[in-house]
């Protein structure tokens, strides 16, 4: 199979798991969020500790810990990757998948607002336009909400940031998992220690099959990874970008079909503006890539 195909095919792969993660979560109840959370981290930093080793990446992960810059970038990561999977859990697991759809939709546009604000990065004409319908997509679904989407929101921006640290710090996706992972256990392995002490763990309370799928969090959360980091070595970052659509779409279809969550008409106006917004982001996107090979040919020539 040709590589461009088999990436394509990873890629898919990738965004398809993360889009069906709303069908993983809720197997894990009567566990809490946090306490899902941090068994994801435990078993997560074991699984990529595997991975490290089987790849042979030591070399790679000891330079990411004597690199101060790199390590504050990567902490910041971790932290904010905590933020994000918490917060998309707790959102599954109470009946707020479709907010959780939205947050990465809009994911993309929080990007580009986190580069104006934070690398003085300027937005071109039609981009301003996109960012104007997003602005008008939320408020619309504050008004029918009756507040402001914050799970979506927490989402975006967490992973807004999460993706900016990890671009800035510009290390492999393995080693960097594997460390940021690694920063955050002795904490996530405090908390159920603290939760096996008082007696209010649910690992292994519930039958060997939920302790199996609490331990399967780290294999869960390392395959996509896996997938994604192979496909973006195989395909090009425009295929990329309109891949990672998939996954919010079939959370989206998730909520709509299988959770069976409220579609009023005002939710309906809300989600389909941000869905122009993404499309005039699109538009002006390929139309600068566009540009910029044929200005990059001419000065070939």
């Not at 992973?159 to 996706?173: I, P, Q, R, S």
């Amino acid at each position: 199979m040709p590589d461009p195909r088999r990436g394509l095919l990873l890629g898919a792969a990738a965004y398809a798991l993360w889009g069906g993660f709303p069908l993983y979560w809720p197997l894990l109840e009567p566990a809490g969020a946090i306490e899902i959370l941090a068994h994801r981290i435990v078993w997560s930093s074991i699984v990529m500790a595997i991975l490290i080793i089987v790849l042979r990446r030591g070399p790679q992960l000891r330079a990411l810990v004597s690199d101060r810059r790199v390590l504050a970038l990567l902490t910041l990561a971790a932290a904010t990757i905590t933020v994000n999977w918490a917060t998309f859990i707790w959102g599954v697991n109470n009946g707020r998948v479709l907010e959780t759809s939205l947050g990465y939709f809009i994911n993309p546009l929080v990007t580009v607002l986190l580069g104006v604000f934070l690398l003085g990065e300027r937005l071109r004409p039609l981009q301003w336009v996109a960012m104007g319908v997003a602005a008008t997509a939320v408020a619309v679904l504050t008004w029918d909400y009756g507040r402001p989407p914050y799970v979506a929101l927490v989402l975006a921006f967490s992973f807004g940031t999460y993706g900016l640290a990890k671009k800035t710090a510009d290390v492999g996706a393995v080693e960097s998992l594997a460390l940021e992972t690694a920063l955050l256990s002795p904490l996530a392995l405090a908390y159920i220690g603290w939760l096996v002490a008082t007696g209010a763990s649910n690992f292994g309370s519930h039958g060997s099959g939920h302790a199996l799928l609490m331990m399967t969090t780290g294999i869960v959360t390392a395959i996509p990874l896996i997938c994604f980091g192979a496909a973006a070595t195989r395909v090009s970052m425009v295929t990329l970008g309109l891949l990672q659509y998939l996954a919010p779409i079939l959370q989206f279809a998730l909520g709509v079909l299988w959770f069976h969550e409220a579609m009023p008409p005002g939710r309906w106006a809300g989600f389909a503006l941000v869905w122009v917004a993404l499309a005039l982001f699109m538009i002006e996107a390929t139309s600068r890539n566009r540009q910029l090979r044929l200005a990059v040919a001419a000065s070939a020539v």
